[in-house]
């Protein structure tokens, strides 16, 4: 099965600079690589998902990006808001016998200060 | 309408007391999941329902038990459980089951505490 890292438990930032997430995993390339976003108390909300044969997705101030050489996604939020801070988390499809589920990593909490 | 609604927010049991969390949604969603999330863990799935049939049961013990009743709604029965077993229980739906690029809709989730 899938092992996912992800780079650091918190990461601190100010207002106005980009936030960079790091992803990484040790098995088979995934076809598909996922990141949510989830706030204290609540369920996981969806960000944007990513293809192996794409290198960027972008979604207003996200981008995502996927190098399967490195198996690696990186997720960069521009422009940091307070708003924006909460815990984000890479998921990708782990085969189970012929269906795919998703694991998720441990995920990242991000704090952006005013 | 892309929500996912979960009852309770919040239940305290004792360990021989019987409970059941719902879940419904009402995207046309074929796929179904119960999630486990424990404090700064990810969440851990415990079952898959696609097409009203239990699909995966991630050997999760017996006093767990799911229940799907139709295509929306989806509910998991406790009984006898443990402290151990407090935890946030997240419910999700997808389009599909079974393909890597399915998303998932996650509702807000049911804080469980056993005493």
């Known amino acids: 099965s899938q092992k996912i890292e992800q780079n650091s438990e918190a990461l601190n930032i100010q207002e106005g600079k980009t936030a960079t997430l790091t992803c990484n995993y040790t098995?088979?390339?995934?076809?598909?690589l996922q990141w949510y976003r989830q706030d204290p108390g609540r369920g996981p909300v969806f960000l944007l998902l990513?293809?192996?044969?794409?290198k960027e997705k972008r979604k207003e101030r996200l981008k995502v990006t996927f190098d399967t050489t490195l198996k690696q996604s990186l997720f960069h939020i521009t422009a940091s808001q307070p708003a924006d801070s909460a815990t984000y988390l890479c998921a990708l499809e782990d085969s189970g016998g012929s269906n795919y589920k998703l694991t998720f990593g441990k995920g990242t909490l991000l704090t952006v200060n005013p | 309408d892309t929500e996912v609604t979960q009852t309770p927010k919040h239940l305290v049991m004792g360990m021989t007391n019987k409970k059941s969390l719902k879940c419904e949604q009402h995207?046309?969603?074929?796929?179904m999941y119960w999630y486990k999330q424990k404090a700064k863990k990810p969440p851990e799935l415990m079952f898959v329902y696609s097409y009203e049939k239990l699909s995966i049961n991630e050997s999760v013990p017996s006093r767990f038990s799911p229940e799907c009743p139709n295509s929306s709604l989806l509910n998991l029965h406790l009984h006898a459980l443990q402290p151990e077993d407090s935890a946030l229980y997240l419910c999700?739906?997808?389009?599909?089951?079974?393909?890597?690029?399915?998303?998932?809709?996650f509702g807000p989730g049911t804080r469980l505490l056993v005493l």
């Open positions: 990513i293809r192996e044969n794409e």
């Open positions: 995207m046309g969603h074929r796929a």
């Open positions: 999700a739906s997808s389009q599909d089951f079974g393909l890597a690029r399915e998303t998932q809709y």
């Open positions: 098995n088979y390339s995934p076809a598909y």
